[in-house]
């Protein structure tokens, strides 16, 4: 009887010894592990959110959720770098469109633009124009979900919200002069008291001991404030002394943590002060600087190989540590009319892009004095410029007049026997927005880009994800990285491997900021990207648009190939497969706000089989 009465206990006992530990497998995938080792074939055990196991050997499957990865890779998920979400984040937090690449963590608060502590109509000042959204939708959206101020806050939204990627966040200038000047007095040539300077700095403490990766600014006046209050002024950022950015740049350098910036391209000087800023030498800190951005312009292609040389000289004789931002493809942009950013590197440009009524603008565009203002400054030869300013490299891509799409601009001038400027502005006056048209700023000779990209002192990320909505699509870029690293192995001297590029997609960016991320091992958050090497094609240089219902209905420029990427797993869970997001995707929160310099990862009692298996 004794020993009947036990058989139920060994029942229960064997029951769980030989229940599944797992949760998820990936089986049979070519798994890369984000830090740059050799590639193998594994299978991959998801407990809780954790990498329990990394085997060379089958995994017992029952009773678990199980991906064929065969033929495919498994690598961490992407790091998105330099975004600009923080309006989108809260409308539709999912942010569908990087999570379907294979992104897994976004980081916002680029370019000195951060929501944190101003209030609602100045964020929407600050961001608008800049960053190409519409005005109104942003400022309705930030009067219905702003509720907090300062750092812990805006974490706490994110927490609260059906996130759908992980989020990291910098801190940014202008939102914190705004907040503590007044917009008006942040946007003249007015230092800040005593007082306000120690707020300012308080302030970026707060959000560092909070988490935040570091601060971002801007020295570039070409980014104007929209609305009606103080339209056209360049951002609060740009109005500092240099001085001002020192002390912010002694709090990040003390802690340890990366500023984030873009030179003045009016002068170009400002860079001798970034690279003296970012150098450490004798007793002091070197401080973590990543600038906007590396590019092959073809306006100056003697440009990018001068700063280049000097930030690795920098970086090697003062112990610097700064890199350049770049994007893996070449820089096409498209514009609507005359709404485009390179429009305000001139003084006509930035007239016409004054006047946010149609009509009025129009207006202007039509006089013959203004034409002549705008062909003066257009045609100047030593200009600063991003813009080749080329209106034969300059096509059109839709317009009413079916006629001119397919040419360029300079062509439909030679057919009407008229200057290029007077022909271009022609079709903005009589078509608008419908007008629309294309061109390449850079990045232009693949042999010069394929040797930026595998630069030390440049990071792969200028995506601007969440902005210029009808202006570019860089969503796709670690697709793109990829698919150039894959077809460069079978080269004589490829320029990249495959574990390179994913390395720099992942784990070398994410140790730049200081986050627990990039990295698949046992005991890692579970944020994984799985792709399709078959879908690694041209068709992710296909155009398409996509509809944002919290933005008016605004059709987004995106490019998709949902062949690409197989699915996207965010904390453990399947987040978008084969093209479709999950049901509980936009509804539950699969990511989480990631804090810097703090190893996020919850402790797990792992079975013996499973270390055993990973070993």
Not at 293 to 306: E, F, N, V
Not at 581 to 594: A, K, N
């Amino acid at each position: 009887m004794y020993i009947l009465r036990l058989r139920p206990v060994a029942f229960f006992v064997i029951q769980q010894v030989m229940k599944n530990t797992h949760e998820l497998i990936i089986k049979n995938g070519r798994f890369f592990d984000g830090q740059g080792n050799a590639s193998v074939i594994r299978h991959v055990a998801v407990r809780d959110g954790i990498v329990t196991a990394i085997s060379e050997q089958p995994l017992d499957e029952r009773g678990v959720r199980v991906i064929d990865a065969t033929d495919r890779w498994v690598m961490p998920g992407f790091l998105d770098t330099h975004t600009h979400y923080e309006a989108e984040l809260m409308s539709e937090p999912g942010i569908r469109e990087s999570v379907r690449h294979g992104v897994t963590t976004v980081i916002t608060g680029s370019c000195s633009l951060s929501m944190v502590y101003s209030d609602s109509l100045d964020c929407a000042d600050l961001y608008s124009r800049v960053e190409a959204l519409p005005y109104e939708p942003v400022l309705n959206i930030l009067n219905k979900g702003k509720d907090w101020n300062g750092p812990e806050g805006w974490i706490q939204h994110l927490q609260n919200k059906p996130l759908g990627p992980n989020v990291a966040s910098m801190l940014g200038h202008s939102d914190v002069r705004a907040s503590v000047m007044g917009l008006g007095r942040a946007t003249r040539n007015e230092r800040p008291t005593s007082e306000e300077r120690q707020r300012m700095v308080a302030m970026l403490e707060d959000a560092l001991d909070a988490g935040f990766v570091g601060m971002s600014t801007m020295t570039n006046p070409w980014d104007k404030l929209s609305g009606d209050r103080f339209r056209s002024r360049s951002l609060p950022s740009t109005y500092a002394s240099w001085r001002e950015y020192g002390w912010f740049h002694k709090v990040l350098r003390r802690a340890g943590r990366v500023l984030q910036s873009a030179p003045n391209l009016n002068t170009k000087v400002n860079m001798v002060r970034f690279f003296g800023a970012s150098g450490g030498f004798l007793w002091r800190k070197p401080l973590k600087t990543t600038l906007i951005s590396a590019a092959d312009c073809k306006s100056t292609t003697w440009l990018h190989p001068l700063f280049r040389g000097v930030t690795r000289f920098v970086n090697w004789i003062l112990g610097a540590k700064l890199r350049w931002q770049a994007i893996p493809r070449d820089f096409e942009l498209y514009a609507d009319g005359i709404d485009l950013v390179v429009f305000e590197e001139f003084g006509a440009g930035a007239e016409a892009m004054h006047l946010a009524e149609e009509v009025e603008r129009n207006e202007l565009l039509k006089t013959e004095a203004y034409r002549r203002r705008f062909r003066k400054d257009f045609e100047k030869k030593y200009s600063p410029r991003i813009w080749h300013r080329d209106f034969y490299d300059l096509h059109i891509v839709g317009c009413p007049d079916v006629s001119t799409v397919g040419k360029s601009v300079g062509e439909v001038a030679d057919e009407r026997e008229i200057h290029p400027c007077d022909a271009f502005l022609d079709l903005v006056v009589v078509h608008g927005k419908e007008f629309r048209w294309k061109t390449t700023i850079a990045n232009h000779r693949p042999e010069v880009l394929e040797k930026m990209l595998a630069a030390t002192d440049v990071h792969i990320g200028f995506a601007d994800s969440g902005a210029h909505l009808r202006n570019m699509a860089f969503y796709n870029f670690p697709l793109l990285l990829l698919k150039r690293a894959r077809d460069a192995e079978g080269q004589p001297n490829p320029f990249m491997s495959v574990e390179r590029a994913v390395h720099r997609l992942t784990a070398e960016p994410a140790e730049w900021f200081g986050l627990d991320a990039g990295i698949l091992e046992v005991g890692a958050r579970a944020d994984m990207a799985i792709i399709n090497p078959s879908g690694l094609n041209d068709d992710l240089f296909a155009y398409h648009e996509a509809p944002i219902q919290a933005m008016g209905g605004l059709r987004r420029m995106v490019r998709r190939n949902d062949l690409a990427v197989s699915a996207t797993i965010i904390g453990g869970r399947l987040a978008f497969q084969e093209g479709q997001f999950t049901d509980e995707y936009g509804q539950e929160r699969f990511g989480r706000f990631l804090r810097a310099d703090v190893v996020d990862r919850e402790p797990i009692e792992r079975p013996q089989e499973a270390l055993a298996l990973s070993a």
